[in-house]
């Protein structure tokens, strides 16, 4: 297996340079090695496009940020995924958060952000009615957006291997090969992969990756805990609330989902290790106690119907580590990518293509990176029944084409059989039960895939023309089922 | 496809079946039933153990074998039913809209509504159980489906969280089928299902029960490899030091039903915070007049018996709202249970009805009550009527009658309360 | 020898009486507790040889369905569950099955029949 570029890690960050890369006339594979993309940070993340006050002008993080805000509204248009421009506001309590929310305005527009402003009195409660009565004060970004983090990420890629990308799923790699100082390929899991350019974009492991070359860094998972309630209470805040940021984070904030449910968190701690995604009671309790600060109404805990948790990769070096590696030429890692990681994208991709494109000449001059002609900056339309329900006539015509768009299989979230067959037909296929929650939501919901569940799997196994026992929550050694029926028996 | 009819009724579970049959045997020709499964029975073809009938048809059967009973007499009936039928929205006005891959669009403008949609499972996420989130995970309802309708085991050692009776039900299936139940763990310090089912379900295999505990952490990273169980005290708080690990694969959730009324809400129908369902007058009507509720999504009730009870009163009621034959009290009457009692259906009388003789009651209490007085009261506090009953459990729903004749014409209030008799 | 006392719990139906067997040189003294004349039964079995209702699935060939619900007649003996269940594991029946048919006419050798308690029709 040959390619001309190579990128290590399939997160919002690999799929974006993948993408990026797919415009010009190159063999581009991207290696993952879980069963799905958008399976590691970029799946357990607030979903915020950050404003880009937050960190300072002298950063990668401060200026690419700011730069990447303004591309999102096109992109996702582009891209067809979900997205909101509702603004977010940092919330203070007292004089002395005053100077904090001063000085980040201050930052802010040093970043170029546009329209900051600070808010006090009615206007604050006009606005976010259902704040805590003791708040104050908030630094108001309107350029702040939500996005769904692992949506864009999957829509990059399906868009990236329609423009002629390869993704290799389950797919590790174990070693980079180098000869005098430059790489001759890969060595993966699933065999050998010659190349000159390596772009480690492998989020929590982007440091073991490194290492394999010499370069050093350290990245070490600090964690946060989330909390989703139902879709009812997403009314009880209309912008995304944030607390005064600490060095560590941007702290727990509260913000309204696309989909209409009500997020919390994140809280930060270190993790035990890169798998350690567990929620923990004190965790989920320090989230909701966190999230009161801001909305002291917050619905009961009842209301909750899921918990997650994200790990941030974080380097003592504070800032995003973008660059060409002194040791093995060919080589770039793109690493550290925490907050505002996932509103840097865009930015990061460009950055990374232009890394890419001045070390040609000393690793293969005859390397012609040149614009291909026929780059797809669009993916096709996609019907989801939610979005119709308030035009359900116009359903009928969808229902005429495919009858398969007419039969409900996730109640909570209406999704139709249509539509999980087009997540497993898609240019990355959804191949396992958490692929499918993701690209279409069915399993969602409040009752967790409880009655979806079956249905979900036999579609699953039908079309991957699989028996239901190999069938994964996400990739090998999570299958659902365990034995047909009569057989466990008989052992 | 755009459809009229007298009822529609959303569910073809115990609930909507008996409504159906009681609203076509009082007169109502053109009934609807909407079901989003491809069969009908609702939760019952999957409950195939025994102990459904005792009290409907003084016989025990099993789940399969009581849907049969009715679902038979809907087809000799020639009651239409669309299966595979979803509603996704039905309006104030009664317009109802749902999706079928036959039919595709339906309009559907019945002249009254039952809602008979049953109820879901409360889930890990719901009760917030920390730990990771790997495959293995179900409810206990889920994995019912999995043996009993696809055919497929989804564990080989299995810890189970509540000693309801879909828990202990469960227990025995795995255990019958091969697999290794390791324990049935109750956060209670008592068992919320039949005695019965602990007997047959669990000392027949083996199968220990433990009060007072609960999982605090679910850990394994693609399946579940082992639940942390810690004992509880009697605020349910976990107690430090007390925890134990307990290998497995699969790790049962049986902690609640809640009942499924997404789509009452969204049409405005008031639901009780105690019950989950709506609030209702005698006929189980909602708020919204011609709209009924009974089953499951009413309330969450113990034995289908009683689902087929109060499908009845819908399904006369039906009749009588249909040919216009209510008629208003001068004032609605509030029922008004105190502590123990969590909740009585319906919450209030609105109608006069000559023909009837007495009205029907459901409650539950919030402890375990070993013998007590249910004293009606008006709102003067003179006792109307008084039932002694005997082993009350939040378990057991309690049915009593309230004679037509004792509700005085201007009475705005009924209190309900219980007095505690100890036993000499 | 000394008097014994056994205390079940009696399952022939959801009311689950407390039932106390009194014995005597393994012969029942007296059953006390039981609310209905099936305790009494139930108590006699239970105390001599034990016997319990086995509700399963049996694997169904062409039919609408992979399975159809099944039950015991009565009850077989508790300690003959499993062999029960190894035995029906072995089988399959074609569709269509009719609620009441019988699958197996003598289970184990039990002599009690296992009947269907769903119809199962011919899958299209």
Redesign the interface.
Same mark, same amino acid.
């Given at each position: 297996m040959k390619t001309d570029v190579a990128i290590i890690g399939g997160g919002v960050i690999g799929t974006f340079i993948a993408r990026e890369l797919s415009r010009y006339k190159l063999a581009i594979l991207l290696i993952e090695k879980e069963a799905d993309v958008a399976m590691g940070t970029s799946k357990g993340n607030s979903g915020i496009i950050h404003a880009g006050y937050n960190a300072d002008h002298a950063t990668l993080k401060g200026r690419l940020n700011v730069k990447s805000n303004f591309i999102f509204d096109n992109l996702c248009r582009n891209l067809k995924i979900p997205f909101k421009r509702i603004g977010s506001m940092v919330i203070g309590f007292n004089e002395e958060d005053l100077k904090k929310l001063k000085k980040l305005k201050e930052n802010g527009i040093k970043n170029g952000v546009q329209k900051l402003d600070i808010i006090t009195g009615n206007t604050l409660f006009e606005l976010e009615p259902n704040l805590n009565p003791l708040a104050k004060y908030a630094l108001f970004a309107p350029s702040a957006a939500v996005i769904s983090p692992y949506e864009l990420t999957i829509a990059l890629a399906d868009n990236a291997i329609i423009n002629g990308v390869n993704i290799f799923l389950e797919n590790e790699v174990k070693n980079v090969v180098c000869k005098d100082g430059q790489i001759s390929g890969l060595l993966t899991s699933r065999g050998f992969i010659k190349t000159k350019f390596v772009i480690n974009a492998a989020g929590l492991y982007a440091d073991e990756i490194a290492e394999k070359i010499g370069d050093e860094f350290k990245i070490q998972p600090l964690k946060g805990e989330y909390q989703m309630f139902d879709k009812?209470w997403s009314t009880k805040v209309n912008h995304v609330l944030f607390p005064i940021p600490t060095h560590l984070s941007k702290g727990i904030l509260v913000t309204p989902t696309l989909h209409g449910n009500l997020l919390i968190g994140p809280n930060s701690y270190w993790a035990n290790d890169k798998?350690d995604?567990?929620?923990?009671?004190k965790?989920?309790d320090e989230v909701y106690q966190g999230a009161k600060r801001l909305i002291s109404e917050l619905p009961t805990?009842?209301k909750?119907?899921?918990? &997650?948790t994200g790990l941030r990769a974080n380097t003592l070096k504070k800032d995003f580590i973008i660059e060409a590696s002194k040791q093995i030429k060919g080589f770039i890692n793109v690493a550290g990518i925490q907050s505002p990681g996932l509103s840097a994208a865009p930015a990061i991709a460009e950055m990374v293509v232009s890394i890419l494109c001045d070390m040609t000449k000393e690793v293969q001059p005859g390397l012609n990176i040149s614009l291909q002609n026929n780059f797809i900056e669009s993916l096709p339309e996609k019907q989801f029944?939610s979005t119709y329900?308030d035009r359900?006539?116009e359903? #009928?015509k969808i229902?005429?084409k495919d009858?398969?768009y007419?039969?409900?299989i996730c109640?909570?979230e209406?999704v139709?059989?249509a539509e999980i067959l087009r997540a497993i037909r898609s240019p990355l296929p959804a191949k396992n039960m958490d692929a499918i929650k993701r690209r279409v939501r069915a399993g969602m919901g *409040?009752?967790?895939?409880? &009655?979806c569940?079956?249905k979900v799997l036999?579609i699953l196994a039908d079309e991957l023309n699989a028996s239901? =026992?190999k069938i994964?929550? #996400?990739?090998?050694?999570?299958?659902?089922? *365990?034995?047909?029926? @009569?057989?466990?028996?008989?052992? | 496809m755009n459809l009229n009819c007298d009822l529609a009724i959303i569910g073809a579970g115990p609930a909507g079946l008996s409504v159906a049959l009681e609203a076509r045997k009082n007169g109502i020709e053109n009934i609807l039933i909407l079901e %989003?499964d491809r069969?009908l029975g609702g939760i019952l073809?999957q409950c195939?153990?025994?102990?459904f009938g005792?009290h409907y048809f003084r016989e025990?059967?099993?789940?399969?074998?009581y849907a049969?009973r009715f679902i038979s007499q809907i087809m000799w009936n020639h009651i239409e039913v669309k299966t595979?039928t979803?509603v996704?929205?039905i309006t104030p006005e009664k317009e109802i809209?749902a999706?079928?891959?036959?039919?595709?669009?339906l309009n559907i403008r019945p002249r009254a509504i039952a809602l008979a949609m049953g109820c879901?499972?409360r889930?890990?996420?719901?009760i917030?159980i920390?730990?990771?989130?790997?495959?293995?995970i179900f409810?206990a309802?889920?994995a019912q489906?999995?043996?009993?309708?696809?055919?497929?085991?989804?564990? %080989?050692k299995i810890v189970i969280l509540g000693s309801g009776d879909i828990g202990m039900i469960m227990a025995r299936r795995f255990a019958?089928?091969?697999?290794k139940v390791k324990m049935v763990l109750e956060i209670m310090p008592y068992t919320t299902g039949?005695? *019965?089912n602990?007997?047959?379900c669990l000392d027949?295999f083996n199968i220990p029960l433990r009060f007072n505990y609960t999982i605090? *952490?679910?850990?394994g990273? @693609?399946?579940v490899e082992k639940v942390v169980i810690s004992r509880v005290d009697k605020n349910l708080i976990a107690i430090p030091n007390t925890e134990e690990i307990i290998l497995c694969?699969?790790i049962l959730f049986s902690v609640g039903l809640i009942p499924e009324n997404?789509l009452s809400?969204e049409m405005g129908i008031q639901l009780s915070p105690v019950t989950g369902g709506a609030i209702v007058n005698e006929n189980r009507e909602t708020g919204i007049k011609g709209i009924f509720a009974c089953g499951n999504v009413l309330h969450v009730h113990d034995?289908v018996d009683f689902v087929s009870e109060e499908g009845e009163i819908v399904g006369r009621a039906v009749s009588k709202y249909l040919n216009q034959k209510t008629k208003y009290r001068s004032h609605t009457i509030n029922l008004v249970p105190s502590n123990p009692i969590s909740y009585v259906i319906p919450q209030h009388i609105d109608y006069i009805d000559s023909e009837r003789k007495k009205i029907k009651l459901f409650m539950r209490v919030q402890k375990p009550i070993e013998k007590a007085n249910i004293i009606f009261q008006d709102e003067k506090r003179n006792t109307i009527i008084s039932y002694t009953k005997k082993m009350l459990t939040p378990g057991e729903m309690i049915s009593l009658y309230l004679p037509e004749k004792l509700i005085q014409k201007d009475i705005k209030i009924l209190n309900i309360s219980i007095k505690e008799v100890n036993q000499e | 020898m000394k008097a014994r006392v056994k205390n079940?719990?009696?399952?022939r139906?959801? %009311?689950?009486c407390k039932v106390a067997i009194k014995s005597k040189n393994n012969k029942i003294q007296s059953i006390t507790g039981n609310a209905c004349p099936l305790g009494i039964e139930y108590a006699r079995e239970e105390f001599i040889d034990p016997k %319990?209702?086995?509700?399963?699935?049996v #694997?169904v060939i062409n039919g609408e =369905?992979? =399975?159809v619900?099944?039950?015991t007649e009565k009850g077989i003996p508790?300690d003959l569950? &499993?062999e029960a269940?190894k035995e029906i594991a072995e089988l399959e029946v074609k569709a269509p099955v009719k609620?009441g048919q019988v699958i197996i006419k003598n289970l184990i050798g039990t002599g009690v029949r296992l009947i269907a308690?769903?119809?199962i029709n011919r899958s299209n």
């Open positions: 009812q798998n995604t567990a929620t923990t009671q965790g989920m805990k009842d909750i119907i899921t918990s &997650f029944l329900i359900i006539g359903w #009928k229902i005429k009858m398969n007419g039969e409900v109640r909570c209406k139709t059989k *409040r009752c967790q895939g409880g &009655f569940g079956p036999k239901p =026992l994964t929550k #996400k990739g090998k050694r999570s299958e659902i089922l *365990r034995s047909r029926i @009569k057989e466990m028996i008989k052992e | %989003r069969y073809p195939i153990h025994n102990g005792l025990e059967l099993t789940g399969p074998e049969d595979e979803m996704i929205k809209i999706l079928n891959p036959k039919d595709g669009l879901r499972e889930t890990r996420e719901a917030r920390p730990g990771s989130r790997p495959a293995g409810s309802g889920t489906r999995y043996i009993n309708i696809e055919g497929y085991i989804p564990g %080989r019958l089928e091969g697999a039949l005695i *019965r602990k007997v047959q027949d605090v *952490r679910i850990e990273e @693609k399946r694969d699969t997404e809400l034995l | 079940i719990i009696c399952i139906c959801p %009311r689950g %319990r209702i086995l509700p399963t699935t #694997k =369905l992979p =399975l619900p099944v039950k508790k569950l &499993f269940m609620i308690t769903r119809n």
